[in-house]
């Protein structure tokens, strides 16, 4: 199944490894280490460049999205 995460991008459900709220995860200074070293080895899609409330982790890549966490997890069910 697939799921929309903004704009004009959906991601199937299987790839995804986790969906996370940017306000609470960025927090902890290990999230950030971790975001920061993805956005430097060009691993962060920016799927809009609105106020990101969310990013979703796959395999591969990791998506920032401007759509809340709870409405996300409505959409994966």
Do not use: C
Not at 16 to 24: C, R
Not at 67 to 75: A, E, V
Request: hydrophobic share 40%; net charge positive.
């Amino acid at each position: 199944m697939y799921i929309h995460i903004g704009e004009n991008i959906a991601i199937t459900t299987e790839k995804i490894i986790g969906i996370f709220d940017m306000d609470t995860s960025t927090v902890n200074k290990a999230t950030r280490d971790y975001l920061s070293l993805a956005e430097k080895n060009k691993k962060i899609i920016y799927v809009s460049y609105e106020l990101p409330k969310s990013f979703i982790v796959t395999a591969d890549k990791i998506y920032i999205s401007p759509i809340n966490t709870s409405t996300l997890l409505k959409r994966a069910k």
